[in-house]
C-alpha cells in the first residue's frame, strides 16, 4: 500500500509539473530561491523569467514576489526578485514584495495573508515544475484560488538525473506535508532551492 502511495504521488508531482496554466489571475507569486547580494541565483532567476513572461501576457496586473533572507543576509529573495522585474521593465507599483518566509510554506502563508488583504483572490503561481504541486497545494491550503505555470528553464530541469533527484525530493516533502501540515523545505538537494 505504500508503494502505491508513493509512486501515485510521484505521478502526480511529474503530472503537474508538465501543467503551464496561464489563466487570468489576480496575481502571478514567484516563490524566492537563493539571492547572493541582491542577485538572483540561476534557479531565482529562471522563476522571474517566466512570471515576467505571464505579467507581459496580461496574465494579471501584479507580481507578488517572495521569499525572506537566511541569516547573514542583506537583501530578502523578494527584494532580490522585485529589483530584477523592475530593472526589466515591469512597473515597479505592479511588483509586491513579501520578504517573509524561509520556506515554501511560510512564503506562502505570508504571500496569501497580503493578497488576500489586497481583495484578491486568485494566484498563478511560479516555481520549479517539480515544486508546483506542492506550492499549489500549500497556497490552496492557505486560501488562494492557486494553480501552477512553472518555469522550464534552469538548473533544475537540464538533465533527467536533476530532474529525478528532484521529483523524488517533492514527492517525500509532499507526503510529509499532508501527514503534518509542516514544511519539508529542509531536504535539501541544492543550496540554492533548499
Known amino acids: ?83 530584477w522585474l523592475v530593472d526589466r521593465g515591469v512597473p515597479s507599483d505592479k511588483v509586491i514584495e513579501v520578504g517573509e518566509g524561509n520556506d515554501t510554506l511560510g512564503t506562502l502563508q505570508a504571500v496569501a495573508a497580503e493578497v ?17 504541486l506542492r506550492a499549489r497545494t500549500m497556497a490552496k491550503d492557505a486560501g488562494l484560488d492557486a494553480w501552477t505555470s512553472p518555469t522550464h528553464s534552469g538548473p533544475i530541469v537540464q538533465t533527467r538525473e536533476t530532474q529525478a533527484r528532484y521529483i523524488l525530493r517533492e514527492t517525500v516533502a509532499l507526503l510529509y506535508y499532508r501527514a503534518t501540515n509542516a514544511s519539508a523545505d529542509r531536504i535539501a538537494i541544492d543550496e540554492e532551492v533548499g
Open 116 to 132: 488576500k488583504g489586497r481583495g484578491w483572490e486568485s494566484a498563478v503561481i511560479v516555481s520549479d515544475p517539480w515544486h508546483s
Open 1 to 83: 500500500m505504500g508503494m502505491l502511495v508513493v509512486g501515485g504521488t510521484a505521478f502526480r508531482v511529474w503530472q503537474v509539473a508538465r501543467i503551464d496554466d496561464r489563466d487570468h489571475a489576480d496575481v502571478v507569486v514567484v516563490l524566492g530561491a537563493a539571492q547572493y547580494a541582491g542577485k538572483p541565483s540561476k534557479v531565482l532567476e529562471a522563476r522571474l523569467r517566466q512570471a515576467k513572461a505571464l505579467y507581459d501576457e496580461g496574465v494579471a496586473d501584479y507580481v507578488v514576489t517572495g521569499g525572506g533572507r537566511r541569516e547573514g543576509d542583506r537583501f530578502t529573495e523578494a527584494e532580490a526578485g522585485r529589483k
